[in-house]
């Protein structure tokens, strides 16, 4: 299950039934917008910005999301609905290329169909986006074992290996957190759907992780008493310990047990690229604050000083 909202700016996130997501798709309202953003000159100079007042008159579905404590949409509120969103952008014609995906699949997985394909990875929808110019796909994110236990994939990691399958080499990278809304869009622009995987609600332990945060063996948990050297306290952004941050951002991208072996590389990867703004692109101090997950990672690191 997953949260739906009247807007991006009205109301509050409620929990979407199969009956209220019917109701939704159907409504002569969605239609007639998604209408009037298909008929809007993409040559225009206010184009952009017609087209997002459209949008924004939208109701919203939070795919990530299964609620917020707060009733507010804050990522920090979540709890994970065990699905991920996966956005293909600045695509012309989105039923040619989801036909083109569905060829390229056939090559990497043998003679398959789309619904054999779709279901045996745990894809539960393929859409045309709002703008008419994309495609969302929304999948679940799959238990894998860590330290023993199962624990839920990071939405990173679902996102690409849904990417991996399908044979996409581009989408938006920066869809990740806990409160990314998608806009609804009408039935006919919905190209595949399975619906019992869309809502289901058979127990997932594996969304029950604890909040952890493995940290760097060099950075200290504990300031000096003189407040200087490479403690918690000096190393701040604002006045806010870069810690602090990292823990927020784990949570916000759906990675808030760490990552395990296999996907440790993508959700540190993920993290440099957000942290590295604030570390003013200094590859030494992002190695200081970011978890390191087990491992080193200065080997590998490319840099982004």
């Known amino acids: 299950m997953f949260c739906y909202q009247e807007s991006v700016s009205k ?18 309202k969605v239609a007639n917008i998604c ?3 298909a008929a809007l000159d993409p040559s225009a100079e206010d184009y952009n910005d017609r087209k997002q ?3 924004k008159r939208l109701p919203i579905i ?5 609620n917020f404590k707060n009733g507010k949409r804050v990522s920090a509120d979540a709890t994970p609905s065990g699905l991920a969103m996966l956005d293909v952008d600045h695509v012309e014609n989105p039923k040619d290329f989801l036909n083109d ?4 699949a056939k090559a990497l997985n043998g003679d398959a169909t789309l619904n054999g394909v779709l279901r045996e ?8 986006t709002a703008s008419g110019k994309g495609l969302r796909i929304i999948g679940e994110r799959r238990a894998v074992t860590g330290d023993g236990l199962p624990v839920m994939e990071s939405i990173e990691a679902a996102q690409m290996r849904m990417a991996e399958v399908l044979g996409i080499k581009e989408y938006d990278a920066v869809t990740k957190d806990l409160a990314r809304a998608s806009y609804v869009v009408p039935r006919d622009y919905i190209l595949w759907i399975y619906e019992a995987g869309l809502f289901a609600e058979e127990d997932r332990p594996d969304l029950n992780f604890p909040l952890t945060l493995a940290l760097p063996p060099h950075v200290e948990n504990t300031p000096s008493p003189s407040g200087e050297g490479r403690g918690e306290a000096s190393l701040q952004y604002r006045g806010i310990p870069y810690v602090d941050i990292v823990k927020q951002l784990l949570l916000a991208t759906g990675n808030a047990d760490g990552a395990i072996p296999g996907e440790r590389n993508t959700v540190y990867f993920s993290m440099a690229n957000y942290m590295r703004y604030i570390c003013d692109f200094n590859a030494d101090l992002l ?7 087990g491992r080193s990672m200065r080997a590998g690191y490319g840099g982004y000083g």
Do not use: Y
């Not at 939070?62 to 299964?66: D, M, S, W």
């Not at 190695?287 to 997950?293: A, G």
């Open 121 to 128: 990875n745990g894809i539960v929808l393929a859409a045309i």
């Open 287 to 293: 190695l200081q604050v970011l978890p390191d997950f």
């Open 11 to 28: 109301g509050a996130p409620k929990l979407c039934t199969p009956e209220i997501w019917n109701s939704l798709i159907d409504s002569p």
């Open 62 to 66: 939070i795919p990530h999301a299964q």
């Open 53 to 55: 007042a459209l949008k």
């Open 101 to 104: 995906i569905m060829s390229r």
């Open 35 to 37: 209408k009037r953003i």
